[in-house]
């Protein structure tokens, strides 16, 4: 009779896990840190962390299809003489002409028209083609000023003085020199190939007061008509947004850490900033303090992916919402179609990220002719419009079902959350109970 | 020649009064007085029509001047010419932070001395400075002259990308991947033509250097960490 010792299985570490340890030896090997594109993909507490409660005897929900839920949003009440009204609550956020293709550009703009929305330029100007396709444009200022001209200003419908953004607040942006065709170039002053360096704070203010006297600046040269929207990334939601009111907002957009960058640092957007379930709240509470809660509005970015999320965001008091990874996707990107040629970049579909590369497969995020010509922008515009569609009829169905004729009529009060985290950070009851984290001194 | 008087009448009506006027529109030259440190002065000027602001302004004067000619008979508070696409702004004063800052076309010119980041990430426009400037002026500046008849103050022209640079002082130090280049016959005749258009006279090409970029910087490399 044999004896054999019993062996335990071969144990990884929690702390040091595989993706931990090829980091390592990558980062060993190259002598540089990763930058990718995206959002944070670390699991964070999130809207999926919350539930409607719906009608019961106490509130009566409204018929489906029947009876009206308003979706309509305005915004730039507050000083602008031409505020913007979009028929959808789901904006587009800003990305560049220059990270994106023209065609991808163009399909932003096409879709968001047909569904009665605004899109938003980025990092290195207004092309005209984007401004053709979108009967509504939001005109990023951003600290670079690549391509920034008064031109330009005065033919957008809203102006976005970028602050910051969720995936990296504090950070700036480098264009990577194999993205730099003639033409995205000869928009930012710069010459071909060179890497092209996106600053992390405005040139010509700093500070809230600063701020302020640029917004009057920006007011005067577009005399008083647009709109003044002011973007912050998720970092410390409640004093940036009373900041952003005293500077003349008339906008406030917050962008958590689930929101998608073009090309950062992989350390930056995994550990600096906050999810966007926790920034809503502090944010809305600014708002209130100050008497402007629904006089300046808030819009709320960052891993926005359904109608249910459109309603949650809404609830916690938000006035819109602003999609940028999940529009991606809508149009092509990621698509499990080019299977074989992100097998070919080491990568799968689902998971591809290195959009500062430039050899995007879905012809997205690049700038090489032959890839760019690969989306179809009518085609993808109407994929566009079909899923902002969708998630406004999504959001309209839980909003019935609590009973509100207006998106806008969803309160705090209908939610609950699942864990304790979330209930923390949304301010509303753990499910079953009447309590949540920080209530009551508890 | 409409005047516009700072002390009773509201910004607004000054700056609405300089934009959309219509070629051949018979008001080209405008005259404000009492400027009393405005910010926002003469902004957003679209058409070529000339403006004399009789004392000194706050921040962002004559900003995104566009084919205008402001004159300021006293000194400028930031961003003075701030993304300027064309057009001649001129300075009797001096200027406080960030003058010409991501100006794309069009001629700056400072009279007295130019405070901090003067120049900063220029994308075009030229810059002469009678007198001296302050400390990372030409800050990530991409193309245009900066001129500067005095001294320049510290980090001149870091991370420089292709703006041209001349002092004919000192440089109390230079940026990251700014160095001195040689000054060949064309740079000579273009600070010539631009100390000419400034009105400088007591300054001749000849007693100029030339600063650039050393372009090390211009694709990332792990190795020049140490630069940044």
Redesign the interface.
């Known amino acids: 009779m044999s004896y054999h010792n019993p062996h335990t299985p071969p144990r990884k570490s929690a702390t040091f896990d595989d993706h931990t340890m090829a980091e390592i030896r990558r980062a060993a090997a ?3 840190y990763d930058i990718r594109g995206a959002g944070t993909k670390r699991k964070v507490p999130h809207f999926d962390d919350l539930l409607f409660l719906g009608a019961s005897i106490s509130r009566y929900p409204l018929e489906g299809y029947r009876e009206k839920c308003d979706t309509t949003v305005t915004l730039g009440t507050r000083f602008a003489k031409k505020p913007i009204t979009l028929k959808t609550p789901i904006t587009i956020a800003g990305m560049s002409f220059g990270a994106l293709s023209g065609n991808a550009k163009e399909a932003l703009g096409r879709g968001a028209t047909i569904a009665g929305t605004s899109t938003t330029t980025g990092d290195g100007g207004m092309t005209d083609e984007e401004r053709g396709h979108s009967q509504t444009l939001v005109y990023q200022y951003l600290p ?2 690549y391509g ?4 330009d ?1 005065r033919r957008a419908d809203a102006i976005e003085v970028v602050v910051g953004q969720g995936a990296k607040p504090g950070g700036g942006g ?1 264009l ?2 194999q993205k730099i065709s003639d033409r995205v170039a000869n928009m ?4 071909k190939g ?2 092209q ?1 996106s ?1 992390c704070r405005h ?3 700093t500070g809230p007061d ?1 701020l302020e ?2 917004i ?2 920006l007011r ?5 008509e647009k709109p003044i929207y002011i973007k912050v990334g998720g970092s410390r939601p409640y004093y940036d947004t009373a900041l952003a009111v005293k500077a003349g907002a008339d906008v406030v957009v917050l962008d958590g850490m689930q929101g998608g960058t073009a090309a950062t640092q992989d350390v930056f957007i995994e550990h600096v900033g906050m999810p966007t379930l926790a920034c809503i709240r502090p944010a809305v509470q600014a708002l209130q303090d100050l008497g402007m809660h629904r006089k300046v509005q808030l819009v709320v970015s960052g891993g926005i992916r359904s109608g249910a999320d459109v309603a949650k965001a809404l609830a916690l008091g938000a006035d819109a919402v602003a999609i940028g990874t999940a529009a991606l996707v809508a149009i092509g990107d990621n698509d499990p179609k080019w299977e074989e040629e992100y097998n070919k970049l080491g990568t799968t579909a689902g998971a591809y990220d290195d959009w500062h590369e430039g050899r995007d497969p879905a012809g997205i995020t690049t700038q090489d002719p032959e890839l760019a010509a690969r989306l179809d922008p009518v085609a993808a515009g109407r994929r566009l419009a079909n899923y902002l569609k969708v998630m406004t009829l999504e959001a309209q169905t839980i909003a019935r079902a609590c009973g509100k004729n207006h998106l806008h009529n969803l309160e705090p009060e209908d939610l609950v959350a699942l864990t304790m985290e979330a209930a923390a950070m949304a301010q509303v009851p753990l499910a079953g109970t009447s309590w949540y984290p920080g209530k009551g001194g508890f | 020649m409409p005047v516009f008087d700072l002390s009773h009448t509201p ?2 009506a000054l ?2 009064a300089l ?1 959309g006027l219509s070629t051949g529109a018979n008001d080209t030259e405008f005259e404000v007085v009492n400027p009393r440190g405005h ?2 002065v003469a ?2 000027i ?1 058409s070529p029509v000339t403006v004399e602001v009789r004392g000194s302004v ?3 004067c004559a ?2 001047n ?1 084919g205008g000619t402001v004159t300021v008979h006293g000194s400028a508070g ?2 003075v010419a ?2 300027m ?1 064309s057009g001649t702004v001129v300075i009797e004063g001096d200027a406080s ?2 003058a010409g ?2 100006g ?1 076309g069009g001629l700056l010119v400072i009279k007295g001395n130019a405070a901090s ?1 003067c120049g ?2 220029m ?2 426009i030229d810059i002469v400075v009678h007198g001296s400037i302050g400390h990372m002026s030409a ?2 500046g ?2 245009g002259h900066l001129i500067v008849c005095g001294d320049a103050g510290d980090a001149l022209g870091d ?1 420089l ?2 703006a041209k640079l001349f002092v004919r002082g000192s440089v109390k130090s230079l940026g990251a991947d700014c160095i001195e280049k040689e000054m060949r016959p064309e740079h000579l005749e273009k600070l010539a033509e631009l100390l000419d258009k400034a009105g400088v006279t007591h300054a001749k090409p000849e007693e100029f250097k030339r600063y650039g970029s050393a372009r090390k910087l ?3 490399n ?2 020049n960490a140490d630069a940044y």
């Open positions: 190259t002598g540089i670079s000023r920034m001209n008064p031109r200003l480098m990577l020199g930012r002053n710069l010459p060179i890497d360096r600053a040139p010509d203010w600063d006297i640029k009057l600046e005067e040269i577009t005399d008083w | 910004l607004r700056n609405g934009h910010h926002a902004v957003g679209d706050g921040y962002y900003g995104m566009d930031p961003g701030e993304n696409m932070q960030y800052a991501t794309r980041r900063i990430s994308k075009g800050f990530m991409q193309s991370s990308y292709e211009y694709n990332f792990i190795d």
